[in-house]
Protein backbone atom coordinates (compact mmCIF):
# COMPACT_ATOMS: atom_id res chain seq x y z
CA UNK A 1 0.00 0.00 0.00
CA UNK A 2 1.70 3.24 -1.14
CA UNK A 3 1.14 5.78 1.58
CA UNK A 4 -0.03 9.88 0.24
CA UNK A 5 2.72 12.68 0.98
CA UNK A 6 0.47 13.61 4.31
CA UNK A 7 0.45 10.14 5.52
CA UNK A 8 3.85 9.69 5.52
CA UNK A 9 4.33 13.16 7.75
CA UNK A 10 1.99 11.93 9.92
CA UNK A 11 3.78 8.17 10.26
CA UNK A 12 6.80 10.01 10.93
CA UNK A 13 5.62 12.62 13.46
CA UNK A 14 3.38 9.68 15.11
CA UNK A 15 6.19 7.60 15.56
CA UNK A 16 8.63 10.59 16.98
CA UNK A 17 5.90 11.66 19.37
CA UNK A 18 5.27 7.75 20.17
CA UNK A 19 8.79 6.95 21.00
CA UNK A 20 9.44 10.47 23.24
CA UNK A 21 6.12 9.61 25.34
CA UNK A 22 7.89 6.16 25.80
CA UNK A 23 10.40 6.69 27.09
CA UNK A 24 11.16 4.88 30.43
CA UNK A 25 10.92 7.39 33.65
CA UNK A 26 14.24 6.28 34.61
CA UNK A 27 16.42 3.59 32.70
CA UNK A 28 18.07 1.08 35.26
CA UNK A 29 21.85 0.80 35.16
CA UNK A 30 21.32 -2.39 32.72
CA UNK A 31 23.42 -2.18 30.00
CA UNK A 32 20.36 -3.50 27.87
CA UNK A 33 17.93 -0.69 29.37
CA UNK A 34 20.55 2.44 28.85
CA UNK A 35 21.30 1.45 25.34
CA UNK A 36 17.80 1.20 24.66
CA UNK A 37 16.89 4.61 26.06
CA UNK A 38 19.86 5.67 23.88
CA UNK A 39 18.68 4.01 20.80
CA UNK A 40 15.22 5.49 21.17
CA UNK A 41 16.34 8.71 21.43
CA UNK A 42 18.65 7.91 18.16
CA UNK A 43 16.18 7.09 16.42
CA UNK A 44 13.46 9.46 16.93
CA UNK A 45 16.20 11.83 16.30
CA UNK A 46 16.94 10.29 12.96
CA UNK A 47 13.38 10.37 12.04
CA UNK A 48 13.18 14.19 12.76
CA UNK A 49 15.81 14.43 10.28
CA UNK A 50 14.07 12.59 7.71
CA UNK A 51 10.70 14.97 8.03
CA UNK A 52 13.62 18.01 7.45
CA UNK A 53 14.69 16.15 4.20
CA UNK A 54 10.40 15.61 3.20
CA UNK A 55 10.16 19.28 4.32
CA UNK A 56 12.97 20.42 1.56
CA UNK A 57 11.77 18.17 -1.09
CA UNK A 58 8.39 19.35 -1.03
CA UNK A 59 9.26 23.24 -1.02
CA UNK A 60 11.66 22.06 -3.63
CA UNK A 61 15.29 23.20 -2.19
CA UNK A 62 18.25 22.05 -3.27
CA UNK A 63 18.82 18.72 -1.42
CA UNK A 64 21.92 19.28 1.18
CA UNK A 65 22.64 17.74 4.32
CA UNK A 66 20.43 18.26 7.59
CA UNK A 67 22.37 21.37 8.21
CA UNK A 68 22.09 23.03 4.73
CA UNK A 69 18.67 22.06 4.94
CA UNK A 70 18.00 23.47 8.76
CA UNK A 71 19.04 26.80 7.19
CA UNK A 72 16.67 27.03 4.36
CA UNK A 73 13.69 26.22 6.75
CA UNK A 74 15.33 28.69 8.64
CA UNK A 75 15.40 31.38 5.81
CA UNK A 76 11.74 30.94 5.27
CA UNK A 77 10.33 31.04 9.05
CA UNK A 78 9.01 27.33 9.57
CA UNK A 79 12.20 27.57 12.15
CA UNK A 80 13.40 30.24 14.65
CA UNK A 81 17.20 30.98 15.03
CA UNK A 82 17.09 29.63 18.11
CA UNK A 83 15.05 26.38 17.41
CA UNK A 84 17.64 25.50 14.65
CA UNK A 85 20.47 25.47 17.04
CA UNK A 86 18.58 23.23 19.21
CA UNK A 87 17.97 20.53 16.21
CA UNK A 88 21.69 21.03 15.74
CA UNK A 89 22.52 20.31 19.30
CA UNK A 90 20.32 16.92 19.20
CA UNK A 91 22.05 15.98 15.89
CA UNK A 92 25.47 15.92 17.72
CA UNK A 93 23.71 13.84 20.67
CA UNK A 94 22.66 11.90 17.66
CA UNK A 95 26.00 11.10 16.81
CA UNK A 96 27.76 10.76 20.19
CA UNK A 97 24.71 8.00 20.93
CA UNK A 98 25.83 6.57 17.68
CA UNK A 99 29.65 6.72 18.24
CA UNK A 100 28.30 5.36 21.93
CA UNK A 101 30.11 8.17 23.26
CA UNK A 102 27.40 8.34 26.27
CA UNK A 103 27.07 8.32 30.00
CA UNK A 104 25.30 6.50 32.01
CA UNK A 105 24.81 8.38 34.85
CA UNK A 106 21.25 9.23 35.98
CA UNK A 107 21.39 12.52 36.30
CA UNK A 108 22.58 13.03 32.51
CA UNK A 109 19.86 10.31 31.38
CA UNK A 110 17.00 12.49 33.02
CA UNK A 111 18.53 15.63 31.37
CA UNK A 112 18.72 14.06 27.92
CA UNK A 113 15.58 12.64 27.93
CA UNK A 114 13.23 15.80 29.18
CA UNK A 115 15.77 18.42 26.41
CA UNK A 116 14.99 15.67 23.59
CA UNK A 117 11.14 15.49 24.80
CA UNK A 118 11.21 19.00 24.92
CA UNK A 119 12.67 19.77 21.31
CA UNK A 120 10.89 16.94 19.51
CA UNK A 121 7.72 18.19 21.08
CA UNK A 122 8.52 21.62 19.58
CA UNK A 123 9.23 20.24 15.96
CA UNK A 124 6.28 17.99 15.66
CA UNK A 125 4.13 20.88 16.52
CA UNK A 126 5.79 23.14 14.26
CA UNK A 127 6.12 20.55 11.42
CA UNK A 128 1.99 19.81 11.47
CA UNK A 129 1.77 23.62 11.63
CA UNK A 130 3.64 24.17 8.77
CA UNK A 131 1.92 21.02 6.89
CA UNK A 132 -1.19 22.84 7.25
CA UNK A 133 -0.33 25.96 6.63
CA UNK A 134 2.16 25.80 4.10
CA UNK A 135 2.25 22.24 1.96
CA UNK A 136 -2.13 21.93 2.27
CA UNK A 137 -1.55 21.06 -1.33
CA UNK A 138 -0.16 18.00 -0.80
CA UNK A 139 -1.67 14.62 -0.79
Known amino acids: MNMNRREQYQTKLN ?6 HNLPENPNETESSIENFFQTIQTSIEASIEVIAMLCKDFDFEEGDMYANLDQLRAINVFSPEF ?3 MRQLNAMRYLIRQKFTSTDENLLAE ?3 VTIKILDEFVGRIDETISERL ?3 K
Open 136 to 138: SHI
Open 84 to 86: VKE
Open 112 to 114: QKI
Open 15 to 20: FITDKM
